[in-house]
């Protein structure tokens, strides 16, 4: 079965240091990957999509299918940067989106 | 463009009893997908409907239904509920067609306490 692993609960990054939130998944084939984000009593909202291969807010994420990886990178922490984020996988375009359990990324001041 | 709204914001209910969610899409969208998402845990899809069949459905029992009507609102109905139903209940809406992975805009959840 599909799964997605995001191995740190809470992540607590200085303001100005990089950032990388870890992603791993399991799926044999190629899947679609995404990142969510839940800002502070705000609702949840795509970040970015690997197929798009876009900067989001300076996050970017690479897809490692040798590593089976999808991880969230930012060069420089910024404090509205603390938030929620959970990786996702999908099997195909028209399939359901698996959900990781999410980290909590902590931007200190 | 209005976004997408879940009603009730909380709701308690005892086990055994049966409880309707509702969503109102954002305008123009005909896709609509529910997830489950307990403390602690991603959201974890229900299942999906598009314009008011069924489309697609995670591993959730048959006494979780759902509907959608032709102004693409939805309802999640759960029956005989059980004290592990206890979640935040999201629903999200896309203009995608069939595509579950097209972007999709939450709503805010409905929390579900069963006592």
């Known amino acids: 079965a599909q799964r997605v692993t995001q191995p740190e609960k809470l992540l607590s990054v200085f303001k100005g240091a990089p950032v990388e939130l870890k992603c791993n998944y399991s799926?044999?084939?190629?899947?679609?990957l995404f990142w969510y984000v839940q800002y502070s009593r705000q609702r949840l909202q795509l970040l970015l999509r690997h197929i798009s291969r876009e900067s989001i807010k300076g996050f970017t994420a690479d897809l490692n299918k040798g590593e089976t990886s999808f991880h969230l990178k930012k060069p420089f922490a910024q404090e509205e940067d603390s938030a929620m984020y959970y990786c996702a996988l999908s099997r195909n375009r028209d399939d359901k989106i698996i959900f990781g359990k999410g980290t909590r990324l902590h931007i200190l001041p | 463009e209005t976004g997408v709204t879940q009603s009730p914001t909380h709701l308690i209910k005892t086990r055994g009893q049966q409880v309707t969610l509702r969503c109102s899409s954002q305008s123009g969208h005909n896709t609509v997908s529910w997830y489950q998402q307990a403390l602690g845990q991603g959201p974890q899809f229900i299942f999906q409907?598009?314009?008011?069949?069924?489309?697609g459905r995670g591993n959730f029992p048959p006494r979780f239904s759902g509907l959608q009507f032709p102004n693409y609102s939805s309802e999640l109905n759960v029956n005989a509920l059980e004290l592990d139903d206890s979640a935040l209940y999201l629903c999200?809406?896309?203009?995608?067609?069939?595509?579950?992975?097209?972007?999709?805009?939450f709503g805010p959840g409905t929390r579900l306490t069963v006592l």
């Open positions: 799926y044999s084939g190629s899947p679609e």
């Open positions: 409907y598009y314009r008011e069949e069924e489309n």
């Open positions: 999200a809406s896309s203009c995608g067609g069939r595509a579950s992975t097209d972007t999709q805009y």
